[in-house]
T-cell receptor, first 113, second 119 residues
Framework: DAKTTQPPSMDCAEGRAANLPCNHS???????VYWYRQIHSQGPQYIIH???NNETNEMASLIITEDRKSSTLILPHATLRDTAVYYC??????????????FGTGTLLAVQP | GAVVSQHPSRVICKSGTSVKIECRSL??????MFWYRQFPKQSLMLMAT?????????EQGVEKDKFLINHASLTLSTLTVTSAHPEDSSFYIC???????????????FGEGSRLTVL
């Protein structure tokens, strides 16, 4: 079973920041928080991941609470092309079969013009 | 970034026939690949873990004799849907875990998916 909880859907105005929350209250000490997104009829796309520090890359920022029980993915300036289902996943990050990703239901982000 | 390619992207077949879907890691080696299935408006469901040179590990409820997986090299895994039926119509997606080359160790990269329609 997925170990994360996300709202089923969110709206965001184009050009504004999109803040997508995720609860992972049972996360273990060696599990990372990963974010992927899936645009309709495509394979998932990696966005960002983190362990306990906040992370930023060219796509997004990831804010993880100090107790690591929740996190927020931030798309700083959402565009229409960011409309997708966003998945928050916890996973131990090392090679091998236990490295699999278990997807929950995700959040459908609809960016409005 | 690392690229995973699936082929074919779309396939239509008659009921009772078998269909093979290929998953290739183009610029890195992957000892482990994963196969997912996704029905409309649903999330991805992990079907099996494919390990190079050994038998695949199937998730509970997935028929290994129906969904044959072969991982013959470090860059190729295949999924064969045998004796396909209309209920097998779905979006099949593979992912590969980077172990060397152009992918960060342990990170997963996804193919574009293969849409199977069984008539």
């Amino acid at each position: 079973d997925a170990k994360t909880t996300q709202p089923p859907s969110m709206d965001c105005a184009e050009g504004r920041a999109a803040n997508l929350p995720c609860n992972h209250s049972t996360i273990s000490g060696n599990e990372y928080v990963y974010w992927y997104r899936q645009i309709h009829s495509q394979g998932p796309q990696y966005i960002i991941h983190g362990l306990k520090n906040n992370e930023t890359n060219e796509m997004a920022s990831l804010i993880i609470t100090e107790d690591r029980k929740s996190s927020t993915l931030i798309l700083p300036h959402a565009t229409l092309r960011d409309t997708a289902v966003y998945y928050c996943i916890v996973r131990v990050s090392y090679g091998g079969a236990t490295n699999k990703l278990i997807f929950g239901t995700g959040t459908l982000l609809a960016v409005q013009p | 970034g690392a690229v995973v390619s699936q082929h074919p992207s779309r396939v239509i077949c008659k009921s009772g026939t078998s269909v093979k879907i290929e998953c290739r890691s183009l610029d890195f080696q992957a000892t482990t690949m994963f196969w997912y299935r996704q029905f409309p408006k649903q999330s991805l469901m992990l079907m099996a873990t494919s390990n190079e040179g050994s038998k695949a590990t199937y998730e509970q409820g997935v028929e290994k004799d129906k969904f044959l997986i072969n991982h013959a090299s470090l860059t190729l895994s295949t999924l064969t849907v045998t004796s396909a039926h209309p209920e097998d119509s779905s979006f099949y997606i593979c992912s590969a875990a980077g172990t060397s080359g152009g992918a960060p160790l342990g990170e997963l990269f996804f193919g574009e998916g293969s849409r199977l329609t069984v008539l």
